[in-house]
């Protein structure tokens, strides 16, 4: 599967293989060993360190049900007349699809499939970047598309990437891409990152955005012996991330339903307050799934919000 696709999670494999993620987990790790692939967290991929990038063929194979819902909760940060840059991704694609349903929206974008997704809504205005085109991920790169971004101002940016983690931010393991999404940033008033649980730890090549400057971060639920991505979460909402999980057991504040197909996303208050990339303060959350750390007394608490 690793050959055929670039890369795999486990998640996907135990499912595949029909047997558990802890088993799969063991083999994979005997699998490296041998020198046939490279353990990432939350899957594996093809040899090749931090400078490899799987294509969008392979990338829209995985995780398909955590981006679905992931996309879902990032579409209701999108309000009626706004203006939003929506970089490239499998991710970003399917926020598009659910975009399609905003009137007045502008959607300013250097990927050719947020384009795509985009182009018989009626009610959306798409502004495409110039550029060169990245066959790999259908995306416009390079000094034209930095150059058609100067000058520009929205509200907020929806970036995905390669790895994302608490020290580091948000990072991508191709140059070009790497240079347009930091523009992107440069146009936003607000970041927002779609990131599976996949991607948390993980750490790439080229930084995109630090992680003082992601405003929110919306990602999926974590499996509970995940520690590793949990303790990430943990770090992300330490430092002032917005953290927002789509979880199957929590409640939507504000009491409206979630989008047909969508998980419940948790929020939890952080103490404290940090500013904004524009200035301004802040609101800080913690996610409730996040707090499934090591120690018991973190156990307890979440333990604890579940039963609430």
Do not use: C, W
Not at 195 to 206: E, N, R, S, Y
Not at 231 to 245: C, I, K, P, R
Not at 276 to 305: F, M
């Amino acid at each position: 599967m690793v050959r055929a696709n670039g890369a795999v999670s486990l998640r996907e494999l135990a499912r595949v293989v029909q047997t558990s993620e802890v088993t799969v987990r063991r083999d994979v790790r005997a699998l490296e060993a041998e020198g046939l692939l490279d353990r990432r967290h939350g899957g594996a991929v093809l040899p090749g360190g931090l400078t490899r990038e799987s294509g969008f063929p392979q990338k829209s194979h995985l995780s398909t049900a955590e981006k679905t819902a992931i996309a879902d909760l990032a579409a209701g940060l999108v309000g009626e007349g706004e203006a939003i840059v929506v970089g490239a991704g499998t991710t970003t694609q399917e926020l598009a699809r659910r975009l399609a349903r905003v009137p007045g929206l502008t959607v300013v974008t250097n990927s050719l499939l947020v384009a795509q997704a985009l182009a018989h809504a009626n009610r959306v205005e798409v502004v495409m970047t110039g550029g060169t085109l990245r066959g790999s991920n259908y995306a416009l790169v390079g000094s034209g598309a930095e150059q058609s971004l100067q000058g520009l101002r929205v509200s907020r940016a929806f970036l995905s990437g390669s790895g994302l983690t608490a020290e580091r931010g948000l990072s991508t393991s191709n140059m070009l891409s790497a240079s347009v999404d930091r523009a992107l940033v440069h146009a936003a008033a607000e970041v927002v990152v779609l990131a599976d649980h996949t991607k948390l730890g993980a750490d790439t090549m080229f930084q995109t955005v630090p992680t003082e400057l992601i405003t929110r971060l919306v990602t999926d639920e974590p499996p509970l012996h995940d520690e590793r991505a949990a303790a990430e979460l943990q770090s992300l909402a330490d430092q002032g991330v917005e953290v927002t999980v789509a979880g199957p057991d929590a409640d939507t504040p504000g009491g409206d339903a979630p989008p047909p197909g969508s998980r419940p996303r948790r929020d939890m208050p952080l103490p404290g307050q940090r500013r904004t990339q524009n200035g301004g303060l802040g609101p800080q959350l913690r996610s409730a799934s996040a707090l499934a750390d090591v120690s018991g007394e973190q156990r307890a608490r979440v333990a604890d919000l579940r039963r609430r």
